[in-house]
């Protein structure tokens, strides 16, 4: 009996360390346990002052654009048509995993964009769809060989942000399973055979991020900005750990304290530490920023 309890208690412990640590780890840019010797995740970073206006509506060609560069300086590519080439193959059957939150979904410019470079790689009409609450029931996200990750980022009431890593929960017939300990274990999601293995490309899209709400399905406009932005990389992890971290600096620039995302965004943290999904250490990251510099929070 006495086993139990020391047992129990030392789960209590850890969980409760793991939930400061991720917040910590990811609000405050100070070294843990990074390495400067190694080879960091690369995530990109595009701006564009132009890409929305006053009404946030999306030019077309500019997010195309946007999306383009990235895309080269992440693979290191001479070309759109090379960047491409390595993503996504031909023969590939690829899904695009949106999402559709009426408050604040992938801009269909955006999706638009991300179309049309796959099909112009070769992929047939057929074999290349756009969908997120429906994913189980399409028959290209059934078949995929690839998948394409795109959302914005937002605060969120059970998981302190809605951002990558959740992205793919629809792909669970239930989803509320992984809601226990504030989405702790959101990175086991990425295990599923729909999933593993599957990701070619993540877009966190940052073009007017929800940076505070209290409670379910909140949303007010006046915590929003016009961040203007895209995060590409192909490490989800990295790329949700940048945006929590404009997020948070965001926070603290708006309420003039150190305001931290509640609840915390432990997740993140524990998708690298706990299921070595990715990379959440600012340290072993290199941030590649390109376009727009004002206010870049980070």
Request: net charge positive; charged share 25%.
């Given at each position: 009996?006495?086993?139990?309890?020391?047992?129990?208690?030392?789960?209590?412990?850890?969980?409760?360390?793991?939930?400061?640590?991720?917040?910590?780890?990811?609000n405050f840019p100070f070294k843990s346990f990074?390495?400067?010797?190694?080879?960091?995740?690369?995530?990109?970073?595009?701006?564009?002052?132009?890409?929305?206006?006053?009404?946030?509506?999306?030019?077309?060609?500019?997010?195309?654009?946007?999306?383009?560069?990235?895309?080269?300086?992440?693979?290191?590519?001479?070309?759109?048509?090379?960047?491409?080439?390595?993503?996504?193959?031909?023969?590939?059957?690829?899904?695009?995993?949106?999402?559709?939150?009426?408050?604040?979904?992938?801009?269909?410019?955006?999706?638009?964009?991300?179309?049309?470079?796959?099909?112009?790689?070769?992929?047939?009409?057929?074999?290349?769809?756009?969908?997120?609450?429906?994913?189980?029931?399409?028959?290209?996200?059934?078949?995929?060989?690839?998948?394409?990750?795109?959302?914005?980022?937002?605060?969120?009431?059970?998981?302190?942000?809605?951002?990558?890593?959740?992205?793919?929960?629809?792909?669970?017939?239930?989803?509320?399973?992984?809601?226990?300990?504030?989405?702790?274990?959101?990175?086991?999601?990425?295990?599923?055979?729909?999933?593993?293995?599957?990701?070619?490309?993540?877009?966190?899209?940052?073009?007017?991020?929800?940076?505070?709400?209290?409670?379910?399905?909140?949303?007010?406009?006046?915590?929003?900005?016009?961040y203007k932005g895209l995060l590409v990389g192909f490490d989800p992890v990295a790329v949700d750990?940048?945006?929590?971290?404009?997020?948070?600096?965001?926070?603290?620039?708006?309420?003039?304290?150190?305001?931290?995302?509640?609840?915390?965004?432990?997740?993140?943290?524990?998708?690298?530490?706990?299921?070595?999904?990715?990379?959440?250490?600012?340290?072993?990251?290199?941030?590649?920023?390109?376009?727009?510099?004002?206010?870049?929070?980070?």
């Amino acid at each position: 009996m006495a086993t139990k309890k020391i047992s129990r208690r030392k789960l209590l412990k850890d969980t409760a360390l793991a939930s400061i640590a991720g917040a910590l780890y990811l609000n405050f840019p100070f070294k843990s346990f990074g390495q400067s010797n190694i080879n960091k995740t690369k995530v990109i970073l595009i701006r564009n002052k132009d890409v929305i206006d006053d009404n946030n509506i999306v030019n077309q060609d500019i997010i195309q654009e946007m999306l383009d560069q990235a895309v080269v300086k992440l693979t290191k590519s001479e070309s759109v048509s090379d960047a491409w080439s390595k993503i996504i193959n031909p023969d590939d059957i690829v899904g695009i995993k949106s999402n559709v939150w009426k408050y604040l979904s992938t801009p269909v410019e955006l999706e638009n964009a991300i179309k049309k470079r796959i099909i112009e790689v070769g992929v047939k009409q057929k074999n290349v769809t756009i969908e997120d609450r429906g994913v189980l029931y399409n028959n290209v996200f059934k078949n995929s060989t690839a998948l394409i990750n795109v959302r914005p980022l937002r605060t969120h009431n059970w998981s302190g942000v809605g951002s990558l890593l959740k992205n793919y929960i629809m792909f669970s017939p239930n989803p509320s399973s992984y809601h226990n300990d504030t989405c702790a274990d959101l990175a086991k999601v990425w295990e599923l055979p729909e999933v593993k293995g599957k990701t070619r490309l993540n877009i966190l899209v940052m073009l007017t991020p929800l940076f505070h709400g209290v409670g379910p399905h909140h949303y007010n406009k006046n915590y929003t900005w016009q961040y203007k932005g895209l995060l590409v990389g192909f490490d989800p992890v990295a790329v949700d750990s940048v945006g929590v971290r404009i997020l948070q600096a965001k926070r603290k620039k708006y309420f003039k304290e150190d305001r931290p995302i509640n609840p915390p965004v432990k997740h993140v943290f524990l998708a690298d530490t706990r299921h070595g999904l990715g990379t959440s250490d600012p340290e072993k990251i290199e941030l590649i920023k390109l376009g727009w510099d004002e206010d870049l929070l980070i």
